[in-house]
Every structure is written in C-alpha cells, then in structure tokens.
C-alpha cells in the first residue's frame, strides 16, 4: 500500500510541475542569451537582485554580469523607483533600492538591458505565518572536568572545573494555517541565546532535525534527493487546521564559571532557543524543489528544467515573510 501511494503521488506531483508556466526545455539549438535574475524579497527589507547572462550548456563562454540595466521596481501597479548599482559594489551585477515591501503587497520587475529581450515578473508578498506555541520534552545532561590552570592574577597554578551540558528535545510547533488557500513553509532554527548574570547575552547558530511527513521524506525518490534540505512544504496535509510540526534538536555547549578571573563566562541566568517559520511563495516553493531536483546550482546554463517565473527571461522572483518564536528552555 505505501509503494501504491509513493508511485500514484509520485504521478500527481509530475503532473502537477509540469502545468507550472515558464518551463524553459531545450529545443535543440543554442538561441540568444536570456537575462537570468535573481530576486527574493523578504518582508520589510531592501529589495536586491542578482542581473547575469544565461549561457547555453555546451557553450564554453563565461557567465556574465550585466551593469547596464534599467530595473523598475513597481508596487500594486504604481512605479517606485530604479534600482541602482552602488559605486562600491565589487560584484557589479547586483541592484539595490530603497522599497521595502510589506505582507499584502503585489511587487513588480521590468528589467531592459541593450541586446537583451526585456523581461518582467512579479509576486504577492504573503502573510506572516503563526506559531501557536512549542512544546518540547527532553533532557539535560551534565559533565564536568577537573583541569589546572595558571592564574595570572596571583602568579600560580589552581584547580578550577568546566561544564559540559549535552542537550537533546523532541520539540512540536503548533502551526495555525488559514483555510482556502494554499499555503507554503519553510521551517528552521535560527540561533541559541545564552543570558548571563552580568546582564551579557552570548548567540550561536543551531541546527534542527525533523522527520516530519510534511517534508517529503519518504517520497525523495521524487525529486532525486535523500532529504528536503531547505525544509519546505505546503498545507495540503492540514489546509485550514492546526498542524503539529515535529523536530529535535541537540546541543553541546560548555560553561566555565569563576567570577575572579575575565578568561571565564558568568554564571548563566537563562537560555531561549529561537525557530523561525517562513510563509513562502508558490514560486519560491516550486523554484526550491525544482532546483533540489536538478542537481544545479543556478539557471546559468541553459536549457534548464528549474521553475521560473521570469517572462522574456529566465530566474525567478519570489518572496517570504517570517515569524520568530523564542523557546524559553530549562537551567539546570
């Protein structure tokens, strides 16, 4: 029964893909050069975008930057602004602006370029998602070592003790998705916060693990991947419900406290875990899937088979709009 369902979504999902507008398939001859673009907005931050030539797949020529566009931004159909190069910019194909689009806000591109057809795109900046709450359930567990070390401060050698802290949670993300429409994630840990006595914060980053149906793991056979390595899905197992996401983390971390020499850190007071659930495009969804697929880093090389939602071109132009939740985890 489960090789039926892996084989009968496997149909589904191929069917699906291959309704997405703007496959580019190779056609047997090496045309013009596409403008590539590159542009992923996240809500409320600058809008930057990456301007390069395509090259056919057997060709030996180098990829190219393009310095020479004019790239107009528009929002809800009204013009905004030009996009420029900075003078100390050291790439030379990256454009900036000053617009910064919000959750709701229909965001447009017409790019022209001399010897280039002119190409547009646009995208809907989607709506923050919503973490109800994390639960989790594990353990800490405790060592420490007995080490010598030289105190400066009164010329000899002393015993002085470091902690290590092994930590390991089966956590669950309650996410609240809104119904008739579908929605598309994506789900990370961000970084550990370590706040100490003295009223000091220390960061690192984290790594999570999950196994949830959600990612597709069982069903990586799709898409010529053994994981779903940008940990995105859609709703179409919960549209309209409150989906539990399960993940885990483990963390290894080290205190040393002695309050009379600087070399040691203070005693810690609390520590907080922070995740972060992005509300993505379809574009950005399909382009991620695509591009796991292909086993390519980029659209550079034409003919590609990666989404794109570039007309007159190819590369795509999506967006994300994000939520933070702080886990605020045990001292022991």
């Not at 001399?114 to 567990?141: A, H, L, R, W």
């Amino acid at each position: 029964m489960k090789t039926i369902y892996k084989y009968i979504t496997a149909l589904f999902i191929a069917a699906f893909l291959c309704s997405c507008e703007n496959t580019i398939e190779f056609d047997g001859e090496a045309g013009k050069p596409k403008l590539v673009l590159h542009c992923f907005l996240y809500s409320g931050e600058p809008i930057m975008l990456t301007l390069q030539t395509g090259k056919f797949f057997l060709s030996n020529e180098r990829i190219k930057p393009v310095r020479n566009a004019t790239v107009q931004v528009y929002c809800n159909d009204q013009f905004i602004e030009t996009m420029k190069i900075p003078n100390d910019n050291d790439y030379m194909h990256q454009y900036f602006g000053n617009f910064r689009p919000r959750p709701g806000d229909k965001v447009s591109l017409k790019v022209s370029a001399p010897n280039f057809e002119p190409v547009d795109c646009s995208t809907v900046m989607p709506q923050p998602p919503v973490i109800q709450k994390v639960d989790y359930t594990g353990e800490v567990k405790r060592d420490f070592y007995i080490f010598e070390r030289f105190d400066e401060i009164n010329n000899i050698m002393v015993q002085d003790t470091m902690y290590q802290f092994d930590e390991n949670y089966d956590m669950i993300c309650h996410i609240s998705d809104p119904g008739n429409i579908r929605n598309y994630y994506g789900f990370s840990g961000t970084h550990y916060v370590f706040c100490y006595e003295d009223g000091s914060k220390e960061s690192s980053p984290i790594n999570i693990n999950s196994n949830d149906i959600v990612f597709g793991i069982e069903e990586s056979e799709l898409f010529d991947s053994q994981e779903n390595r940008h940990k995105i899905f859609s709703d179409e197992l919960f549209n309209g419900k409150v989906y539990q996401l399960k993940f885990d983390y483990n963390y290894t971390f080290f205190n040393a406290t002695n309050n009379t020499h600087s070399y040691y850190q203070p005693y810690i007071k609390s520590r907080e875990c922070h995740v972060r659930l992005y509300s993505i495009t379809e574009e950005h969804y399909l382009y991620l899937r695509t591009l796991e697929a292909s086993g390519n880093d980029s659209f550079f090389t034409e003919p590609v088979q990666i989404y794109s939602n570039v007309n007159g071109g190819i590369g795509i132009l999506a967006a994300c709009t994000s939520t933070d939740y702080v886990i605020q985890m045990p001292v022991k």
